[in-house]
């Protein structure tokens, strides 16, 4: 009976694995979509930009939701929303 357990539980560690690396696989090919064939422009940050009002401005160019958006250009650039400094450049996503 403990080889019959110590196998099941083998087996169940490889499943619980494997999907955990199908959803992981998922994830980073929604996150990266955007950017995956090159689709970005770079933007310089004026005064007064937020990244809410660059991804109003840019909506016709990206097709994402906003919150989307600012999440994306956060990761992308290993920025806060919160502290955009002016000259600073950004990476965005465009769909060309």
């Not at 064939?37 to 660059?54: C, N, P, S």
Request: net charge negative; hydrophobic share 45%; with cysteine.
């Amino acid at each position: 009976m403990t080889v019959i357990k110590r196998v099941t539980k083998t087996y169940c560690l490889y499943f619980i694995f494997g999907i955990l690396v199908i959803l992981s696989i998922f994830e980073v090919a929604d996150q990266l979509h955007p950017a995956q064939a090159g689709q970005f422009k770079t933007i310089e940050v004026e005064a007064g930009d937020t990244l809410w009002e660059i991804g109003e401005d840019f909506q016709d160019q990206h097709h994402m939701p906003i919150k989307k958006f600012v999440n994306w250009v956060e990761r992308v650039n290993h920025i806060n929303a919160y502290q955009l400094d002016i000259g600073e450049t950004l990476v965005i996503p465009i769909e060309k």
